[in-house]
T-cell receptor, first 112, second 116 residues
Framework: RKEVEQDPGPFNVPEGATVAFNCTYSNSASQSFFWYRQDCRKEPKLLMSVYSSGNEDGRFTAQLNRASQYISLLIRDSKLSDSATYLCVVKGWRNQGGKLIFGQGTELSVKP | GAGVSQSPSNKVTEKGKDVELRCDPISGHTALYWYRQSLGQGLEFLIYFQGNSAPDKSGLPSDRFSAERTGGSVSTLTIQRTQQEDSAVYLC??????????????FGPGTRLTVL
C-alpha cells in the first residue's frame, strides 16, 4: 500500500464547476499535511497547508480528518488556470524528519 | 528574490556514465532536499541535509547515488554508472528549518536526466 494515495483522475470539468479531490495516508503519526500544485513540466508549488480545523483560501478549501487519515481539497468556481496536477503531501512523522511524501497526483483539466 | 536554482536543466548521458547535478538553495535556508520524479510516478524522496547534521540518506535507491552539501549551501547529487531506470526529473528543494512543522519547501525547476 502506498503511503499517500489519491484519486487517480484525470478530472475533466467545465469552467465554474466545483471539484473535490480526496487523499488518504497510511501513517497515523504523520505530522503535517499539504496540497501542492504542479503545472506541466514545472516544479511543485505549495497551494495550501491543511489543518484539522479545515482551512479556506479563496475558492480553495482543505479538510483533514485525522481519525480517518483522510485529506480533501475542494475547488469552487473552477477557472481555466486551475488546470494542473494536484499533489497530496504528507510531512514525515517524528523519526522521518522533514521529508515530504507525495501522492501520485490528480490531474485536473478545466475546459471552457 | 532568487529561488532555488538547479543545473543543468537537461542532461542526456549514455548508460554507464557518471553524472553530477547541482542545486543552489535559497540563501539562508538550512534544510536541503533531493527528490526525483519518474515518468508516471509521484515524487520520491532521496536525501536531505539539515545544517551540520548527518544527512538522511534513507531514500537513495542504490549505492550508485550519493550527495554532498558543501559549506552548508550548494549541493551536488552524483549518480555513478547511470542506468536507464535513472531517467527522471531530479528536483531540489530548500526550507528554513526541517523541524518547523509548517516550514514550506521551495522547489527548484529540476534537472531532466535522460539515460540512453
Amino acid at each position: 500500500r502506498k503511503e499517500v494515495e489519491q484519486d487517480p483522475g484525470p478530472f475533466n470539468v467545465p469552467e465554474g464547476a466545483t471539484v473535490a479531490f480526496n487523499c488518504t495516508y497510511s501513517n497515523s503519526a504523520s505530522q503535517s499535511f499539504f496540497w501542492y500544485r504542479q503545472d506541466c513540466r514545472k516544479e511543485p508549488k505549495l497551494l495550501m497547508s491543511v489543518y484539522s480545523s479545515g482551512n479556506e483560501d479563496g475558492r480553495f478549501t482543505a479538510q483533514l480528518n485525522r481519525a480517518s487519515q483522510y485529506i480533501s481539497l475542494l475547488i469552487r468556481d473552477s477557472k481555466l488556470s486551475d488546470s494542473a496536477t494536484y499533489l497530496c503531501v504528507v510531512k514525515g512523522w517524528r523519526n522521518q524528519g522533514g521529508k515530504l511524501i507525495f501522492g501520485q497526483g490528480t490531474e485536473l483539466s478545466v475546459k471552457p | 528574490g532568487a529561488g532555488v536554482s538547479q543545473s543543468p536543466s537537461n542532461k542526456v548521458t549514455e548508460k554507464g556514465k557518471d553524472v553530477e547535478l547541482r542545486c543552489d538553495p535559497i540563501s539562508g535556508h538550512t534544510a536541503l532536499y533531493w527528490y526525483r520524479q519518474s515518468l508516471g510516478q509521484g515524487l520520491e524522496f532521496l536525501i536531505y541535509f539539515q545544517g551540520n547534521s548527518a544527512p538522511d540518506k534513507s531514500g537513495l535507491p542504490s549505492d550508485r547515488f550519493s550527495a554532498e552539501r558543501t559549506g552548508g549551501s550548494v549541493s551536488t547529487l552524483t549518480i555513478q554508472r547511470t542506468q536507464q531506470e535513472d531517467s527522471a526529473v531530479y528536483l531540489c528543494a530548500s526550507s528554513l528549518n526541517k523541524l518547523a512543522g509548517g516550514s514550506e519547501q521551495f522547489f527548484g525547476p529540476g534537472t531532466r536526466l535522460t539515460v540512453l
